[in-house]
């Protein structure tokens, strides 16, 4: 059966990014690049987001963006290098740029590097919630699957009211009962083994026996009273 992860995109930070403020001190090329990004115009914004994010002093939220804009674009290489420049210097938001560089390398299809990124962001802030369900989706690309029940189990204790949330514990159900269902064949497959060995067994031990049994007779008859009568002509091989 094949399974179906939910919908997260990619780009499912980008509410919780939405909320962050423009720092004080950004420029004006950062402040309209941010407004370019949030009219859903990344290649307008990315133009004016590299220059703001070469400005001394770049707020995290600059470099954050101008990431955010790459991977609208699907320029997942760069996005990862902005979001790296932008992490040298994170303080506040150190979990949202390694959760995204996460987020690119999943994209690519480099999942090793994508779970081993999702860690740190969640050993970078540990009750991030989408960083677990979209930690959850590599674990199932992965084949992961108990893993994967773990991170969205997490996933919904720490957003109950996602709106994913049904198809989610639809999904944790399916995956618990192929678990039960994997777990039962596995237990059937042995089963057989040991059948089969004990088979084995049971066929050398009648071996076993009938060679001592017939070992038993052959003492007796050897052991007998009476002389043994031998043939009267030589033994011979028919041509």
């Known amino acids: 059966m094949r399974i179906r992860t939910p919908g997260a995109k990619v780009l499912g930070v980008l509410c919780a990014v939405a909320l962050l403020a423009v720092s004080a001190a950004a420029s004006d090329r950062a402040e309209q690049g941010l407004k370019l990004f949030m009219e859903n115009k990344p290649q307008e914004a990315a133009a004016l987001l590299e220059l703001a994010a070469k400005e001394p002093g770049a707020a995290e939220n600059t470099h954050l963006y101008l990431g955010l804009a790459y991977q609208q674009l699907g320029r997942w290489d760069e996005a990862i ?56 989706n590599a674990r199932m690309k992965a084949e992961d699957y108990p893993g994967a029940v773990g991170d969205y189990t997490m996933y919904l204790a720490l957003d109950p009211n996602s709106p994913q949330s049904s198809s989610i514990r639809a999904l944790i159900d399916l995956l618990n009962q192929q678990a039960a269902s994997a777990a039962q064949q596995a237990a059937l497959l042995e089963a057989q083994r040991l059948a089969e060995e004990a088979a084995r067994q049971a066929l050398l031990d009648a071996v076993a026996q009938s060679l001592l049994e017939a070992a038993e007779d052959t003492t007796s008859l050897s052991a007998g009273s009476g002389d043994l009568e031998g043939y009267e002509d030589d033994l011979s091989l028919d041509d």
Do not use: C, M, W
Request: charged residues 15%; without cysteine; glycine residues 4%.
């Open 81 to 136: 290098a902005a979001f790296r420049r932008g992490l040298a210097s994170a303080v506040q938001h150190r979990h949202l740029f390694l959760f995204n560089i996460a987020n690119s390398y999943f994209a690519q299809g480099k999942n090793a590097f994508a779970l081993e990124t999702y860690d740190q962001a969640l050993s970078a802030r540990t009750d991030y919630a989408p960083a677990y369900l979209n930690r959850a």
